[in-house]
């Protein structure tokens, strides 16, 4: 029983009482950098695993499960909605859960345990059912992570939000990048089991991280004592001094004492500003309690079109970025008959530019999330129609197509981060506005929620889309349908999103 109740307490990093001892490198293991090294390696963990397994999974059913050739397309099909069902159902799940409980720790360990059963399943399964369930857990995983993950960014980054959201944009531009050619050439040099310990590996690194972190949160149930202590021990000291005669000082020393007053005192935090906003906000306590249930957060966030428009932003472009993944590579193998590896430099060029992302992240928190999303949506249009005129096997056309794909990787950066940061901003924005409207814990795992939400759904929409049209009217008709899609994401932005963050103060 005590094991248990010493397990949970180094899980959920509640302090077992007063006289307890704070953790070993308690400074390290709560910093800034730790906590977003880790979020980042979670989120890249899910990326890389998420593509690692595509080029195998059609072996997998072959040589693991033995479906016939003419249904590997249509079971491959279902395991990979299986994914995006999960991450979609799971994401708001995930957050409200990570609102609810006193830490994001715990969540994310629940995530990663789901990760290692996903692994485990889809290993080795031997039937339909297992890949299945292995599918599922997955994509229930990547809802945690995402969820909670970014959630946790907004609590350690404070205002650096748009930062935060660029440091995600690189592990995703990472993990998109390298997963599938490390899983094709694994496979092909090492075999099916070899693709999965590679996997193993990044999970475990991701487990040693993720019970090392410490949220700042939890480390100020020590930190703030040590303060305090600190504080008081040089109060008492002062009270000595004062009392003590004039003589009780050697010669030569400065008998003077400061005042009391001059001691410093602890900066409060964003939360206890919060909170004294909540109460010179004259709300009383019923009226909180009525106005802070679960419904009426959820309604509350929902009712704002500052925040619909960012979701429908995301959606446009986790739906572009999607489809150009699933026909991309059959494009350029029909138009230059070229392999998978001299595919994966054009590949490089669209992923590449998302090492920008914290660039823009800092524009948006400077500038606010609407132009730098806007001028990304204005510059994709032009960019997805022009590559329509990519259709000869020239050396002309290669360095054409090479140069639309990175400026469009540009411009989706400029769109997914500044709207990844929005919905910081807004609930700050309502927040500010409603003091207590979403009670003492906030709704940052619900706003991050929807936005893995709507990032599964254009996750799902774009391939189909894509691949529908591609095979019906051609790869010319869907890039130009994309770049109408894309103007559909610019008009909400410009009119509902938010502008400017910091405006100067006037008296």
Not at 67 to 75: G, K, L, T
Not at 113 to 119: E, I, K, Q, R
Not at 485 to 507: E, F, H, M, Y
């Amino acid at each position: 029983m005590g094991f248990l109740v010493s397990a949970r307490q180094f899980l959920s990093g509640t302090r077992k009482d007063s006289q307890s001892k704070p953790p070993c490198l308690l400074s390290i293991r709560s910093s800034t950098t730790l906590i977003v090294l880790t979020v980042n390696l979670a989120i890249f963990t899910d990326i890389f695993f998420y593509a690692l397994i595509i080029p195998v999974i059609p072996f997998s059913l072959t040589v693991q499960v033995g479906i016939d050739e003419d249904q590997v397309q249509h079971w491959t099909s279902i395991l990979l909605a299986c994914y995006s069902v999960a991450l979609f159902v799971g994401s708001p799940l995930a957050g409200l859960y990570a609102d609810h409980t006193s830490s994001r720790r715990w969540p994310l360990l629940i995530g990663l345990v789901a990760l290692a059963g996903s692994t485990l399943l889809l290993c080795f399964g031997n039937s339909i059912g297992l890949l299945v369930l292995g599918r599922l857990l997955q994509g229930f995983s990547a809802a945690i992570v995402w969820t909670v993950g970014c959630a946790l960014l907004v609590d350690t980054m404070d205002k650096a939000i748009g930062v935060a959201m660029g440091y995600v944009g690189i592990s995703m531009s990472v993990g998109l990048l390298i997963a599938p050619a490390i899983g094709g050439a694994v496979y092909s040099a090492a075999g099916y089991y070899a693709v999965y310990y590679i996997a193993f590996g990044v999970v475990a690194v991701d487990v040693l991280l993720r019970l090392f972190m410490i949220e700042k949160k939890v480390a100020r149930q020590w930190i703030n004592e040590e303060h305090s202590s600190h504080l008081s021990a040089e109060a008492d000291q002062t009270d000595v001094e004062r009392i003590d005669p004039p003589n009780a000082f050697p010669q030569g020393r400065d008998n003077s004492i400061r005042p009391s007053r001059e001691i410093s005192q602890p900066q409060e935090s964003s939360q206890e500003k919060r909170n004294e906003a909540e109460i010179k906000g004259g709300q009383t306590p019923e009226l909180t309690a009525e106005h802070t249930s679960m419904r009426w957060r959820v309604k509350t966030l929902l009712k704002s079109p500052r925040l619909l428009s960012a979701l429908w932003g995301l959606f446009v472009q986790a739906g572009i970025m999607m489809g150009f993944d699933a026909t991309l590579a059959l494009f350029l193998q029909s138009t230059f008959a070229w392999n998978s590896t001299a595919a994966g430099i054009f590949f490089l060029a669209l992923f590449l530019p998302g090492f920008l992302s914290p660039l823009v992240g800092w524009l948006a928190d400077r500038y606010g999330a609407k132009w730098p999303a806007f001028f990304g949506f204005c510059l994709t249009i032009p960019l997805l129609v022009c590559l329509r005129f990519v259709t000869e096997n020239t050396i002309q056309h290669k360095i054409l197509l090479g140069f639309l794909l990175a400026l469009l990787g540009v411009a989706l950066a400029f769109v997914n981060v500044p709207l990844m940061a929005e919905i910081t901003y807004v609930i700050e924005s309502k927040a500010a506005e409603e003091p207590g409207v979403f009670g003492d814990k906030g709704v940052y795992g619900l706003g991050y929620g929807l936005f893995t939400m709507a990032f599964a759904l254009g996750g799902t929409v774009g391939p189909l889309w894509a691949g529908y049209v591609v095979d019906s009217a051609g790869w010319g008709t869907m890039t130009w349908s994309f770049g109408i899609w894309a103007a559909s994401g610019a008009v909400p932005v410009c009119i509902w999103l938010g502008g400017q963050i910091r405006t100067p103060k006037t008296n």
